[in-house]
């Protein structure tokens, strides 16, 4: 199975800086990498779809890159909404395994 | 507007089975794949099994292979999850998720609990 490594866990932020974690797959996924921000209490959302690609009605604040085994997700200014934690997905090959999340948490 | 309705969770004992269902609506469900998700309490997602539009194509984490079954009826517009042998990690709350591009989910329902315990 793909290994996906997040970086780091939890990572303390403050509104209106540019944010930026990562994700390591332990093998080439080819691109094929989803991030989703789930909010407390909340079922995920999709965010990232295709390492780069913003899924609709997504604020374009949000930006993806990334290739290879490589990947990783910024936000930019970061908003009050934006608080929550963020998981990575392998989306090449099944099984479909996801990062164990990176935790914005306000200073 | 997309819906994805799970019911059927509850508390079972261990080695018990337990059915999830998971009703769509909102967009021609027999057109896409679905996937099952779940997550511990306090802990990541973990993605439990993926079916084809067709049901020709199945897969499964190897932590539930062998013990769950993931099944559709496309005329109902229904997702099923069957699990047996139920095991106290097996407790989480259960998403369904349809299949979007590049393989990601896109549409998620609220969840359904599964609490495993004697």
């Known amino acids: 199975d793909i290994q996906m490594t997040q970086s780091p866990s939890s990572l303390s932020v403050s509104l209106g800086d540019n944010v930026t974690f990562t994700c390591e797959a332990s093998e080439n996924i080819y691109g094929f990498l989803a991030w989703y921000q789930q909010k407390l209490g909340k079922a995920p959302k999709l965010l990232i779809y295709g390492a780069t690609n913003l899924e609709d009605g997504v604020p374009t604040r949000f930006s993806g890159s990334g290739s290879w085994t490589n990947y990783s997700l910024t936000i930019s200014s970061l908003e009050p909404e934006d608080i929550a934690t963020y998981y990575c997905q392998n989306n090449h090959v099944y099984p479909h395994t996801f990062g164990a999340g990176t935790k914005l948490e306000l200073k | 507007e997309v819906q994805l309705v799970e019911s059927g969770g509850g508390l079972v004992q261990p080695g018990r089975s337990l059915k999830l269902s998971c009703v769509a609506s909102g967009f021609t469900f027999s057109n896409y794949g679905m996937n099952w998700i779940r997550q511990a309490p306090g802990k990541g997602l973990e993605w439990v099994a993926y079916i084809s539009s067709g049901s020709s194509y199945i897969y499964y984490a190897e932590t539930v292979k062998g013990r769950f079954t993931i099944s559709r009826d496309n005329a109902k517009n229904t997702l099923y999850l069957q699990m047996t042998s139920l095991r106290s990690e097996d407790t989480a709350l259960y998403y369904c998720?349809?299949?979007?591009?590049?393989?990601?989910?896109?549409?998620w329902g609220q969840g359904v609990m599964v609490t495993v315990s004697s």
């Open positions: 998720a349809s299949r979007g591009r590049d393989g990601s989910s896109d549409y």
